[in-house]
């Protein structure tokens, strides 16, 4: 499902007008990237959790080249569902509609 498709079924089940829930849509957005990005985690009860996880230092192999690179310290997005999210998911009805 397209972000497009999300902002159509929200307005059509709510009655909200599309511009309005595509506003929402990406302010939430806007706020989960600028709160990750300045390493706060953000949480949404009963959906799940968007984290920062740190990724250690490390030596990796250029196979091409056989030399060792160090790969620096850094931070990646992560999401990690809620228990609710997930046991919803696996007793869903699941149809492929591609």
Avoid: L, W
């Avoid at 599309?18 to 706060?40: H, L, N, P, Y």
């Avoid at 690179?69 to 696996?90: G, R, Y």
Wanted: no cysteine.
């Amino acid at each position: 499902m397209t972000k497009a498709e999300i902002i159509t079924e929200i307005s059509t089940k709510t009655g909200i007008e599309k511009i309005d829930v595509q506003e929402t849509v990406e302010a939430f957005f806007k706020v989960v990237k600028t709160s990750m990005v300045s390493g706060e985690n953000v949480y949404v009860r009963g959906f799940g959790s968007f984290v920062v996880k740190k990724r250690a230092k490390k030596t990796a192999r250029n196979i091409s080249k056989n030399t060792a690179i160090i790969i620096p310290e850094h931070f990646v997005p992560s999401f990690k569902p809620a228990k609710t999210f997930v046991e919803k998911v696996k007793t869903g009805n699941k149809t492929k509609s591609k």
